[in-house]
T-cell receptor, first 115, second 113 residues
């Protein structure tokens, strides 16, 4: 089944404790992206990757890191989480950018709480 | 500034009724517009994708329209079902920055029996 998976689905942590949220897709997609979703603000892009070893900042990259060593995986790293990073996070992938009809597939989400 | 605005913020309707959700955008020049359905606590799922040359696209009981001149889109839901209860998000991509999507904040629809 074609899908985007994220782990963990739920995470409660404390300020400053490094964490990684994994994202994997099995569709051989080149494009992957991370978003955060907060009430009243909609989805905001954190980082995206056009291909292996190619990443770029989205609209809200501060406090986050990403890597793209393999095509299928795109982990999101919070080196020193803070309470303002408490949010619902989504990973997404598509065959390339959004120039035409390329559908974007979203993962199930990771709910992160930073105390 | 490129923006996508949706209305209403929330909507309650009875099962079997029709409804229409609105999306206005300022993204220019425009590449494509998407409507997503997001169930509570789950990832968005694509309903329709339209380019500037298309003015209507259907997906079952969902019909999206697009007026690129007025920069407006609507999503019409026919004969609503309880399972239509969700948030509906309008998303726009511009020609020059097609690697980024601009998301609206969504319309929360609740369908009651």
């Amino acid at each position: 089944e074609a899908q985007v998976t994220q782990n963990p689905r739920y995470l409660i942590t404390v300020t400053g404790k490094k964490l990684t949220v994994t994202c994997s897709q099995n569709m051989n997609h080149e494009y992957m992206s991370w978003y955060r979703q907060d009430p009243g603000l909609g989805l905001r892009q954190i980082y995206y990757s056009m291909n292996v070893e190619v990443t770029d900042k989205g609209d809200v990259p501060e406090g986050y890191k990403v890597s793209r060593k393999e095509k299928r995986n795109f982990p999101l790293i919070l080196e020193s989480p803070s309470p303002n990073q408490t949010s619902l996070y989504f990973c997404a992938s598509s065959s390339d950018g959004f120039r035409s009809y390329n559908e974007q597939f979203f993962g199930p989400g990771t709910r992160l709480t930073v105390l | 500034k490129n923006q996508v605005e949706q209305s209403p913020q929330s909507l309650i309707i009875l099962e079997g009724k029709n409804c229409t959700l609105q999306c206005n955008y300022t993204v220019s020049p425009f590449s494509n517009l998407r409507w997503y359905k997001q169930d509570t606590g789950r990832g968005p799922v694509s309903l329709t994708i339209m380019t500037f040359s298309e003015n209507t696209k259907s997906n079952g009981r969902y019909t999206a329209t697009l007026d690129a001149d007025t920069k407006q889109s609507s999503l019409h839901i026919t004969a609503s079902q309880l399972s239509d209860s969700a948030s509906y998000i309008c998303v726009v991509s511009g020609i020059y920055n097609t690697d980024k999507l601009i998301f609206g904040t969504g319309t929360r629809l609740q369908v009651f029996p």
